[in-house]
T-cell receptor, first 111, second 116 residues
Framework: SQQGEEDPQALSIQEGENATMNCSYK?????LQWYRQNSGRGLVHLIL?????REKHSGRLRVTLDTSKKSSSLLITASRAADTASYFC???????????FGKGTTLSVSS | NAGVMQNPRHLVRRRGQEARLRCSPM?????VYWYRQLPEEGLKFMVY????????ESGMPKERFSAEFPKEGPSILRIQQVVRGDSAAYFC??????????????FGPGTRLTVT
């Protein structure tokens, strides 16, 4: 079953706007990760946030984690056309042997 | 520093044939993971291997699918007697660490399998 579920499924914005994606998960976690996948390509790791962290920044990315609500958000500021991609959150399974991905949010940024 | 390499990038097989997918992890990584992605879906874990050992194959179908990661050479995901439902993108990932946490994984470009 899905561990992470992203919301919304699809998001369309204009260049320069901010994009916010949300992820909810079911079980307790040690960390949560966000990945990007460009169409027809592999996944690229964006950022990892640990369970004892509430917020983390990397360039134009800002990730928050609320373990009490079992949710995380990814904010992309000042979006660019090159940010067009699918974004996935992922958590480790209980054994720590695999990542469990949600279905992703498809972001389209138009110029 | 080459990333995770997968080949072939595209593979077309007729029903009943065998598909062999190869993955070379990043240099220094001894942990390999295989995932499958159906259209419009997220990635689903299949199997986790270390050199010469299958650690977790809980996501892999019991029949027709097998995986190995020999002492020398790439990891191989083998699908025997392929069916149309096997059509998907298969991704390999590697990591330098394992244990209690699944640390960030580095993904290859994937192999897109089409069964006709």
């Amino acid at each position: 079953s899905q561990q992470g579920e992203e919301d919304p499924q699809a998001l369309s914005i204009q260049e320069g706007e901010n994009a916010t994606m949300n992820c909810s998960y079911k079980t307790s976690i040690n960390n949560l990760q966000w990945y990007r996948q460009n169409s027809g390509r592999g996944l690229v790791h964006l950022i990892l946030i640990r369970s004892n962290e509430r917020e983390k920044h990397s360039g134009r990315l800002r990730v928050t984690l609320d373990t009490s609500k079992k949710s995380s958000s990814l904010l992309i500021t000042a979006s660019r056309a090159a940010d067009t991609a699918s974004y996935f959150c992922a958590t480790a399974n209980q054994a720590g042997t695999a990542l469990i991905f949600g279905k992703g949010t498809t972001l389209s940024v138009s110029s | 520093n080459a990333g995770v390499m997968q080949n072939p990038r595209h593979l077309v097989r007729r029903r009943g044939q065998e598909a062999r997918l190869r993955c070379s992890p990043m240099k220094g990584h001894s942990h390999v993971y295989w995932y499958r992605q159906l259209p419009e879906e997220g990635l689903k874990f299949m199997v986790y291997l270390q050199k010469e050992n299958i650690i977790d194959e809980s996501g892999m179908p019991k029949e027709r699918f097998s995986a190995e990661f020999p002492k020398e050479g790439p990891s191989i995901l083998r699908i025997q007697q392929v069916v149309r439902g096997d059509s998907a993108a298969y991704f390999c990932a590697s990591s330098p660490l394992a244990g209690e946490e699944a640390y960030e994984q580095y993904f290859g470009p994937g192999t897109r399998l089409t069964v006709t």
